[in-house]
């Protein structure tokens, strides 16, 4: 008899945050509007966030970037700021940004080379959805993968957080994913 994985046991797996230190993220970045960004500036300023769009069409990563803009004011009290990171084309990638309104740099991630430098390659046009912290050396601090219609991550990114501000919004957080 053949051992298996359940399907259900692997997406569980997906879900769980992970501590890891991956390879560097580059130094700049370069927004859809051509504006650069200092990732290590941001990250020293700030409690920086990566959050990756599977596909400009993926209806779960754009009710992600929906929620996280609800709770902006209470994340931003913790400091928090975000890059969102999607496979192309660039125009779609406006399109997602103006749609959802959240209001941080988008980052085209042309031919997929920093979702293969994160680990985070899906396929050949998408990327593994996730949030990563990005710490002051622009490694990558925490990570949360997998997102689905009904869990999104965000009681995870609350506790990796620990901001009392937050304590309250965690409650609303996780009655929403439910």
Known sequence: MRPYTPAWLVLCLLALPLSVRAEQLPAQLTDIRGQQIDVAASARSSKLF???????????????LERLKQQLPRLRSCEASFIVISPGPR???????????????FVEDRGLALATKLGLRLSATELTPAILGIDQDRQVAWQ?????????????????????????????FESKER
């Open 50 to 64: 990566i959050v990756t769009v599977k596909a400009t069409s993926c209806p779960v990563c754009r009710a992600q």
């Open 91 to 105: 125009e779609e990638i406006a399109k997602l940004a103006n749609e959802t309104g959240f209001p941080f740099p």
């Open 144 to 172: 949360q993968r997998g997102r689905s219609g009904l869990y999104f991550g965000d009681p995870e990114l609350l506790k990796y957080l620990d901001c009392p501000a937050l304590q309250v919004a965690q409650a609303g």
